[in-house]
Nanobody
Framework: QVQLVESGGGLVQAGRSLILSCAAS????????MNWYRQAPGKQRELVAS???????DYADSVKGRFTISRDNPKNTVYLQMNSLKPEDTAVYYC????????????????WGQGTLVTVSS
């Protein structure tokens, strides 16, 4: 019923910037929280940034001051502006909506995007 479609990943040199986007579609009533996760090879998936519908944000210590999460509620889209990229930022980045309210349905859905690869070269 709900899908997350990501875009913006790719290869970038260290120090440069990328912006990721994730658009939710379907029979959506509300998406209270939207997250960006990432997973590097051989490592645990980690929460990079989150944003509430009110605009409250939180970031992993490793990206504070460099990444900015934002959302466009009418478009049900979340963005991750990534500045001053480092090789250690290389990972598959996943968009996540853990508590999606669906029209005419009880309860919540958790939805994940397919992931987009960000590779930062030295």
């Amino acid at each position: 019923q709900v899908q997350l479609v990501e875009s913006g990943g790719g290869l970038v040199q260290a120090g440069r910037s990328l912006i990721l986007s994730c658009a939710a579609s379907g029979s959506i009533f509300s998406i209270n929280v939207m997250n960006w996760y990432r997973q590097a090879p051989g490592k645990q998936r980690e929460l990079v940034a989150s944003i509430t519908i009110e605009g409250s944000t939180d970031y992993a210590d490793s990206v504070k001051g460099r990444f900015t999460i934002s959302r466009d509620n009418p478009k049900n889209t979340v963005y991750l502006q990534m500045n001053s990229l480092k090789p250690e930022d290389t990972a598959v980045y996943y968009c996540n909506a853990p508590r999606v309210r669906v029209l005419d349905r009880v309860g919540y859905l958790e939805v994940w995007g397919q992931g987009t690869l960000v590779t930062v070269s030295s």
